[in-house]
């Protein structure tokens, strides 16, 4: 599910940003970039620096990435991308730095009349787990404006629609009844909801590991009574390593009209 879920977030985010996709099959993703793209995902200022210095004509690059390794046979046809990789957390950053808002219309395509759009209110989450180990997981929640039913999986959903950033043709949008901000703090308290109900054995085991790694550090240090600064930089070394922590981002944002 993940692998799908990074996937089709690629497919909209490159859209989004008017980048042709080239080819995709499902768990390979080959993208042209454009020169703005490039700039911002691509990590290389030095190429760009020259390009600029002596006006030469640019060449952004072509991206291949593998978002389900297990389809692939050789690896090395492009890049594996994945929750918690380099590539996708520049995409992240992309996205923010883009808008993190938006404002679009459902579109039907049909006109039987005059018709109404329910409001929903969007939010895409990340949520990290962090460890030696790290896990990264997206949430993707919205809730119906008018009701407060919270959906799962909202962002999946809406991209399979037809939006626009304009209102359609004889169509009447409902005022919400949940205001936004109200909406966006019952979102943050289902993701804490989420995170709380999960399994946090991967936090135990976290500090098993660490209290073992403190058992080693503290014999190579047995009988020194005063211990050395370098015993308390790689102590304070092992609490940066292993302690469980988790971080919840807000990716982006919308309100959605839908029939």
């Given at each position: 599910?993940?692998?799908?879920?990074?996937?089709?977030?690629l497919?909209?985010?490159?859209?989004?940003?008017?980048?042709e996709?080239?080819?995709?099959?499902?768990h390979?993703?080959?993208?042209?970039?454009n020169?703005d793209?490039?700039?911002?995902?691509?990590?290389?200022?030095f190429?760009?620096?020259y390009i600029e210095?002596t006006?030469?004509?640019?060449?952004?690059?072509?991206?291949?990435?593998?978002?389900?390794?297990?389809?692939?046979?050789?690896?090395?046809?492009?890049?594996?991308?994945?929750f918690?990789?380099g590539r996708?957390?520049?995409?992240?950053?992309?996205?923010?730095?883009?808008?993190s808002?938006?404002?679009?219309?459902?579109?039907?395509?049909?006109?039987?009349?005059?018709q109404?759009l329910?409001p929903?209110?969007?939010?895409?989450y990340?949520v990290?787990?962090?460890?030696?180990?790290t896990?990264?997981?997206?949430y993707?929640?919205?809730?119906?404006?008018?009701?407060?039913?919270?959906?799962?999986?909202?962002?999946e959903?809406?991209?399979?629609?037809?939006?626009?950033?304009?209102?359609?043709?004889?169509?009447f949008?409902?005022q919400?009844?949940?205001k936004?901000?109200?909406?966006?703090?019952?979102?943050?308290?289902?993701?804490?909801?989420i995170?709380?109900?999960?399994?946090?054995?991967?936090a135990?085991?976290?500090?098993k590991r660490?209290?073992?790694?403190?058992?080693?550090l503290?014999?190579?240090?047995?009988?020194?009574?005063?211990?050395?600064?370098?015993?308390?930089?790689?102590?304070?070394?092992?609490?940066?390593?292993?302690?469980?922590?988790?971080?919840?981002?807000?990716?982006?944002?919308?309100?959605?009209?839908?029939?």
């Amino acid at each position: 599910m993940y692998a799908e879920q990074v996937h089709d977030y690629l497919k909209t985010f490159f859209k989004e940003t008017n980048c042709e996709i080239v080819s995709d099959e499902g768990h390979l993703l080959s993208v042209q970039l454009n020169i703005d793209m490039d700039k911002r995902i691509m990590n290389r200022p030095f190429y760009w620096q020259y390009i600029e210095a002596t006006n030469s004509p640019a060449n952004p690059a072509m991206l291949t990435l593998i978002t389900d390794r297990t389809k692939i046979q050789n690896q090395f046809m492009g890049e594996i991308i994945h929750f918690g990789s380099g590539r996708l957390h520049l995409i992240f950053k992309a996205t923010k730095e883009l808008g993190s808002f938006v404002k679009m219309y459902q579109h039907s395509g049909e006109n039987n009349g005059k018709q109404m759009l329910t409001p929903y209110f969007c939010v895409n989450y990340k949520v990290s787990y962090y460890s030696d180990q790290t896990k990264e997981v997206l949430y993707s929640l919205g809730i119906n404006l008018i009701n407060g039913e919270i959906e799962d999986n909202f962002h999946e959903y809406v991209t399979q629609l037809n939006l626009k950033p304009t209102i359609p043709d004889n169509t009447f949008c409902l005022q919400f009844i949940i205001k936004p901000n109200r909406a966006l703090e019952r979102l943050d308290s289902m993701i804490q909801n989420i995170i709380q109900n999960d399994d946090h054995t991967w936090a135990e085991d976290a500090k098993k590991r660490w209290a073992k790694e403190l058992e080693v550090l503290n014999y190579f240090y047995e009988g020194i009574e005063e211990k050395p600064e370098s015993f308390e930089v790689e102590k304070k070394g092992l609490e940066e390593r292993f302690n469980p922590r988790i971080k919840v981002e807000i990716i982006n944002g919308g309100l959605f009209y839908l029939y």
